[in-house]
């Protein structure tokens, strides 16, 4: 539990249901927490406040994706906005001028991998040069199935690299890869990551992943191609002006490994496609005549 603490101290971005949010932690070390995520200035994208107990989220019925809304306060936005993530993408969905993106993510050695009880998490550092800017990884994690989807059709998985602002301001970017689940190939680090499922197969656990290694993956991701546009978050408060790179080419993933993933999370966990950026948002649109 106290490496769950040390971890969450240092990566405020992360959030956690409120089911393992107590199970795992008391209210002391909440607010030491919640101090620790607002001094990073990033609180905006996490739902925890010095002030206030997070709001439960789900993707289940009542406090799933179409009532997230309804839960805080604060959650306006995945009700009425109108920049809302993920989308539709398709062939002639903007891309990001080629070589515009650049990741690097050094080997690691006992790299954080946590269950989150909606997600499953890897907590590494790295760095990505992407609009201009300079960006810092905060974790990566993975949805399934995939979040977006293009010509209409969901892929298996998507895992999200998510970065704040090296200058240290509240904005966010988000490199995301979609998965395709095949007999032939995976990437060695997402072997590597995925054996230690075992470890954590229930919210609120934490285990350490020996030596992370993403070279390959890393040296791929720089020569694809990338849908690019600004959206929000895809999970309470659904906060906007997060900048998108989504990779043209998905990426593979053994079969087996993709149902230890699915089972561990133990809950699909993608929300429902938003509407067409900048148009209403799509709650209010099919509230019409109900
Ligand atoms: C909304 O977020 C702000 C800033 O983090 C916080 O002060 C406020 O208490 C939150 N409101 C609710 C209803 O949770
Ligand atoms: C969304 O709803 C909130 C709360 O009712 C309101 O403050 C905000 O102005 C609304 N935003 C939009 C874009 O309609
Ligand atoms: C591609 O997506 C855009 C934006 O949603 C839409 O306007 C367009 O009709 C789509 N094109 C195809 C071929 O589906
Ligand atoms: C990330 O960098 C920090 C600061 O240099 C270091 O303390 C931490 O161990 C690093 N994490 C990993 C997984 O390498
Ligand atoms: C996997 O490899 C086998 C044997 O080389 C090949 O026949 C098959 O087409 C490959 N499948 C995919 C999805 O690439
Ligand atoms: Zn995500």
């Known amino acids: 539990m106290s490496q769950l603490i040390t971890t969450l101290a240092q990566f405020p971005l992360h959030y956690l249901p ?6 795992a932690i008391s209210a002391l070390s909440f607010i ?21 107990v997070p709001s ?3 993707y289940g019925t009542t406090t799933g994706p179409l009532n997230w809304h309804n839960l805080n ?30 990741l690097a993510v050094p080997p690691a050695k006992n790299v954080v991998f946590e269950n989150l009880g909606t997600n499953v998490e890897v907590i590494m550092n790295g760095t990505l040069q992407a609009g201009n800017a300079a960006w810092n990884l905060a974790q990566f994690h993975f949805h399934t199935p995939s979040e977006h989807r293009v010509n209409f059709v969901h892929y298996e998985s998507e895992m999200h690299f998510v970065f704040t602002a090296a200058d240290g301001s509240a904005k966010i970017t988000v490199l995301a890869f979609l998965i395709q689940i095949g007999p032939n190939t995976s990437y060695p680090f997402l072997e590597d990551i995925f054996s230690y499922l075992p470890s954590i197969p229930n919210a609120g656990q934490t285990t350490q ?8 993956f890393v040296s ?3 020569k ?12 309470p408060p659904c906060s906007e002006g997060v900048s998108w790179y989504v990779a043209t080419t998905p990426i593979q993933l053994y079969v087996n490994t993709y149902r230890n993933v699915k089972n561990t999370i133990g809950t699909s966990n993608s929300r429902y496609t938003q509407n067409t950026l900048g148009q209403m948002n799509i709650l209010q649109v099919a509230a019409k005549n109900l």
């Open 224 to 235: 694809m191609s990338y849908y690019q546009y600004t959206g929000s978050l895809t999970t």
């Open 56 to 58: 439960t989220f789900s």
């Open 209 to 216: 992943v020996p030596t992370v290694d993403m070279g390959g």
């Open 32 to 52: 030491h927490i919640a101090i620790a995520s607002c001094a990073h200035g990033v609180e905006w994208v996490h739902p925890f406040s010095a002030n206030v």
């Open 18 to 23: 409120l089911t393992m949010f107590f199970s």
């Open 220 to 222: 791929d991701a720089n």
């Open 73 to 102: 306060a604060n959650n306006s936005l995945c009700g009425n906005g109108t920049n809302q993530s993920p989308i539709l993408l398709n062939t002639t969905s903007s891309l990001a001028p080629s070589g515009s993106i650049t």
